[in-house]
């Protein structure tokens, strides 16, 4: 199959977000799990919320869930923008294909963030 070179940056792109998206889904070493095993509620400071728990580990526990959610969501914005680029022609992209582009940029920022300010 032969791509033009917007075509061919955009497949680069989708290539090198996705499994990154699905590293985070797998549960891997990195990220949250970490910090929980590290004592995150040992803090002299941390906030504990009227049944007890943790703000904090509460906190972060919401924030991978959104993460999951995102993710799941960025893996099917990349499967439907796989599909379109297949079904379209070569010289012909959509507003709607460019619009999903958009809708994945911005839901790897979001991940991202949550991600450096855990």
């Known amino acids: 199959m032969n791509f033009p070179l917007g075509r061919r940056a955009v497949l680069a792109w989708i290539s090198a977000v996705v499994p990154a998206a699905l ?5 891997g070493g990195g990220g949250l799990g970490g910090d929980a095993q590290r004592g995150v509620g040992s803090d002299p400071e941390d906030v504990r919320l009227p ?4 703000q904090r580990e509460e906190l972060l526990k919401a924030e991978h869930e959104q993460n999951l959610k995102d993710a799941t969501q960025l893996i099917d914005l990349a499967e439907q923008l796989k599909q379109d680029l297949e079904k379209n022609d070569r010289f012909v992209l959509s507003l709607a294909t460019l619009k999903k582009t958009d809708d994945i940029e911005k839901l790897v920022k979001k991940i991202r963030s949550r991600l450096r300010r855990s």
Do not use: A, P
């Open 23 to 27: 590293g985070q889904r797998g549960g």
């Open 51 to 54: 049944n007890g728990k943790s």
